[in-house]
């Protein structure tokens, strides 16, 4: 009987493989970063066939340091960047471009004429639980499609196949040119403006509008079923894989947000606050986003709520790459701890504009209240800061769509090590937060997906039973500091308004 179960988590910065035992503990892991890839300002592309060597490479990486073989393997989940758009030829299994990330912008006049047809930012949310913003990734397809040479008509003779990362690397495991599965889960497809939330279906009204031939659309299948046995050389062979999540929903289902009103916040490169709401859609009145959460087999889909913060870790990034303030992410603790506030200065990292509750594409970063006294301390501070103010404004908007007030936020991803912003964070939004044991969730979720597919786990309570806490932030702030630090926060987020 295998053992373990194992994740690959095709993340924005890196691709990790993980492989889990039945209590959800990690027993290895192996992760390579891949090239970030800046052609003009606000472009964002990675190199498909780059992240495919790196995930194969990861893969075989995991099993050796657990010192195992694919045997011991009872199921792989995929887990993913979501959005990120890649088109390739079914033929040679070559992409026709590099893939555009999530965060690239330069989809905007596309999605400035699809606008202008009617409904503005909020035509498609009836039908997509999304507003029309550069994010997506419909409008990215359909960029490739306009601008690389004779795109379209290969796409139209069904050429050329479309997919986000977890397709992208399910079809080159599951064989590549000689018959890979063309797959996607509705956690993926529901990012992509051209799947109907309600159907889970490929809308074809929305698919001809945006200009993405349905041929090259990857099948929409469950986020928890057995699609098919891994056929790539060292990775995994003859494993079967039966888990996608996008890596946001894949977190949610890691943390065992797993009831109507649990919520958790990741913070990764970006942050992204998903409230599970159950069986039931709610469509946002406050600039949150609504989207499936999971779809485990033939159960009924589960829907969230979610708030999308595009920068927050890359921010940190940007400090110790662009301004060499730091030479590790980690260090920034070490430059905050030394004052005990933000000296009045204020980074609202509106890089690509602002997503949740914003969505302002106009938006630019700044930092404001800048006197002589301010130093780099209070930069650093600041700057972690930005993180926490981002969320709390997104979980604002969340009690005002749910109607209920949260009581405890669950967070994880790469961030949640920094003790400074935790206490912050907690102060901020004046509820508890807690940080689990396993703080790969986006792993831990995908290989819970895979797993209960195969039935290594029984049923979600597993799930539950096996989440287990590892330390609480308490709020310790007076309402006064609060609400000063909140006002002067929005009012620093009106001023990178109307910029581009
Ligand atoms: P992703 O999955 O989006 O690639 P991770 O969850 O691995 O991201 O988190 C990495 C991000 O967290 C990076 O943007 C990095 O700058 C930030 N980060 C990592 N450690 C710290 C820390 N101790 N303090 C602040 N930021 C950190």
């Not at 891949?34 to 964002?44: L, N, R, Y």
Request: glycine share 10%; hydrophobic share 40%; with cysteine.
């Amino acid at each position: 009987m295998p053992q373990y179960v194992a994740a690959i988590d095709q993340g924005t910065t890196s691709t990790r493989c993980m492989i889990f035992d039945h209590s959800g503990r990690v027993v290895a892991v192996d992760q390579l970063e891949h090239q970030q890839i800046f052609p003009q300002a606000g472009w964002v592309e990675h190199d498909a066939a780059e992240i495919w060597g790196n995930t194969r490479q990861v893969c075989g990486g995991a099993l050796a340091r657990a010192d195992l073989d694919s045997t011991s393997i009872a199921a792989v989940g995929i887990t993913n960047q979501r959005e990120t758009t890649v088109v390739w030829d079914r033929a040679t299994g070559e992409p026709v471009y590099n893939a555009i990330v999530w965060q690239d912008t330069r989809t905007q006049a596309i999605c400035d004429e699809l606008g202008a047809l009617g409904g503005g930012a909020e035509r498609y949310r009836a039908k997509t639980g999304l507003p029309l913003a550069t994010y997506f990734a419909g409008p990215k397809a359909r960029w490739i499609l306009d601008n690389v040479e004779g795109a379209r008509e290969r796409a139209e003779r069904g050429e050329l196949a479309f997919g986000t990362m977890d397709t992208w690397v399910l079809w080159n495991a599951t064989g590549g040119n000689e018959g890979g599965l063309h797959i996607t889960d509705p956690t993926n497809a529901s990012r992509t403006l051209l799947m109907n939330i309600d159907t889970l279906q490929w809308d074809p009204e929305l698919c001809a509008e945006i200009g993405v031939p349905m041929s090259m659309l990857p099948e929409i299948r469950s986020s928890s079923e057995n699609y098919g046995p891994i056929r790539a050389r060292g990775t995994f062979r003859d494993v079967p894989v039966s888990g996608i999540l996008g890596d946001q929903q894949a977190a949610t289902f890691g943390q065992a947000c797993l009831e109507v009103g649990e919520a958790k916040n990741t913070y990764g490169t970006g942050n992204f606050v998903l409230l599970n709401t159950g069986t039931e859609k709610v469509e946002s009145k406050n600039g949150l986003l609504t989207t499936v959460c999971y779809k485990i087999g033939d159960q009924p889909q589960v829907y969230a709520l979610e708030g999308s913060i595009a920068v927050t870790g890359s921010l940190v990034q940007w400090l110790r790459d662009n301004l060499g303030m730091i030479s590790s992410a980690p260090e920034i603790e070490t430059l905050a701890a030394q004052v005990d506030d933000n000296g009045g200065a204020y980074v609202v990292p509106a890089f690509s504009g602002l997503f949740a509750p914003y969505w302002r594409a106009d938006a630019r970063g700044a930092i404001v209240g800048l006197t002589r006294y301010v130093n780099k301390n209070h930069i650093a501070r600041a700057v972690l800061e930005a993180t926490a103010f981002q969320t709390r404004e997104v979980i604002d908007a969340m009690n005002a769509d749910s109607g209920v007030p949260l009581t405890e936020l669950k967070v994880d991803g790469g961030m949640v090590g920094n003790e400074i912003l935790m206490q912050f964070q907690a102060d901020i939004l004046d509820v508890p937060v807690t940080r689990p044991v396993v703080a790969e969730t986006t792993a831990l979720g995908a290989a819970y997906a895979a797993g209960l597919a195969v039935g290594f786990w029984s049923s979600e309570q597993d799930i539950r039973d096996n989440w287990a806490k590892d330390k609480t932030w308490t709020p310790a702030m007076d309402a006064n500091s609060r609400d000063t630090l909140m006002s002067q926060w929005k009012k620093a987020v009106t001023r990178t308004f109307d910029w581009a």
